[in-house]
Every structure is written in C-alpha cells, then in structure tokens.
T-cell receptor
Framework: QKEVEQDPGPLSVPEGAIVSLNCTYS??????FMWYRQYSRKGPELLMY????GNKEDGRFTAQVDKSSKYISLFIRDSQPSDSATYLC???????????FGTGTSLTVIP | DAGITQSPRHKVTETGTPVTLRCHQT?????MYWYRQDPGHGLRLIHY???????DKGEVSDGYSVSRSKTEDFLLTLESATSSQTSVYFC?????????????FGPGTRLLVL
C-alpha cells in the first residue's frame, strides 16, 4: 500500500466551478500537509501548507485536513483557466525531512 | 522563488555513459533533495542531504550517487546511465516556514538515455 493515494484524474471543469481535490494517507504520524501546483514542463510550486488538522484559506484556495479519516482536500473556488495544472499533495511526519507525495491530479478548467 | 537552479536543463546521453546533474541554491539551506518524476509514479526521492558531506538514500537510490562538498551545491551522478533512468529530475531545498517544514523545487532537468 502506498503511503499517499491520489486520484490522477484527469478532471475537467467549466470556468467558475468549485473544484475539490483529495488525497488519502495511511501513516498516522504525518503532521505536515502541503499542496503543490505543477504546470506542464515546470517544477512543482508550493501552493499551501497546513499543520495537523483543520482548515486554511488563502484567496480562492482552501486546504482541509481530517486526521481522524486520514484525508486531505484542496478546494478551488471560482476556478480559472490559469488553474489548469497538475496538483500534488505532500505530507511529512514529525522529523519533517522526508516528504511523501501523491502522484498528482491533472485539472483542466475550460473557458 | 527559493533561488534554486539546475544544470543542465536538458540532456541526451547514451546507455553506459556517466552523467552528473547539478543543483545550486543561493539561500544557504541545510537540507537538499533529489527526486525523479515519472508518469504514474509521481515524485520519488533518490537521495537527500542534511549538510556538507552528509547524505542519505531515498526510495529509489540504486544506480545513483550524490555529493555535497559545499552548502550551495548538491550533485547527482548516474555512474552508468540506463534507459530506465530516463526521467525528469528535480532538486529541492528544505525550508522552515512559520514553524512548518516545506520543500521548494528547482525547474527540473529532462534526461533522455538512449
């Protein structure tokens, strides 16, 4: 079983839609949770990070962590064509030095 | 922008030849990482470093070696390249942002082994 599972998609939505991206994990020691955005032929770009459980909002983006269910989500409101990218979840434990990544979900926002 | 550069950005080589990829950072971070990214596998850790001359293996280290003689440079070497090492290679630095460990990535190196 992989440490982190992420549905690869692809996901295609109309402009303005709310997008929900999700990851599940198996290691209860994970404390730090991150979302990266990766445009085609570019390096991953850190989008948001959260510690432990709860919600964090940044503009149109909201990250949620549910440690009891070992489930994290990224919501994108009022999605834009510029949001078209692959989104990677990542997490790490107490040491924080080794990160575990999902395989990424490909998102296309159609104008 | 975490001040990370990778060189070369693209490389084509032949099976059996040695290849060295370079990662350079400008912010003096202690932790540096090498990943490879392949379809269906996502990002997989090859090696990482927690200081000058201090390195450790990751998930997919076979066939790779690393060196870090200066804080700012982390080198990845394929001693004898194989076609299975065709991939996109990303370097990352570890940084603590407001109490949380995060990683920032370089632009990547596309390697094709023929």
């Amino acid at each position: 079983q992989k440490e982190v599972e992420q549905d690869p998609g692809p996901l295609s939505v109309p402009e303005g839609a709310i997008v929900s991206l999700n990851c599940t994990y198996s290691n209860s020691a994970f404390q730090y949770f991150m979302w990266y955005r990766q445009y085609s032929r570019k390096g991953p770009e850190l989008l948001m990070y959260t510690y432990s459980s709860g919600n964090k909002e940044d503009g149109r983006f909201t990250a949620q962590v549910d440690k009891s269910s070992k489930y994290i989500s990224l919501f994108i409101r009022d999605s834009q064509p510029s949001d078209s990218a692959t989104y990677l979840c990542a997490m790490s434990g107490n040491t924080g030095n080794q990160f575990y990544f999902g395989t990424g979900t490909s998102l296309t926002v159609i104008p | 922008d975490a001040g990370i550069t990778q060189s070369p950005r693209h490389k084509v080589t032949e099976t059996g030849t040695p290849v060295t990829l370079r990662c350079h950072q400008t912010e003096n971070h202690r932790y540096m990482y090498w990943y490879r990214q392949d379809p269906g596998h996502g990002l997989r850790l090859i090696h990482y470093s927690y200081g000058v001359k201090d390195t450790d293996k990751g998930e997919v280290s076979d066939g790779y070696s690393v060196s870090r003689s200066k804080t700012e440079d982390f080198l990845l070497t394929l001693e004898s390249a194989t076609s299975s090492q065709t991939s996109v290679y990303f370097c990352a630095i570890g940084r603590r942002d407001r109490g949380q460990e995060t990683q920032y990535f370089g632009p990547g190196t596309r390697l094709l082994v023929l």
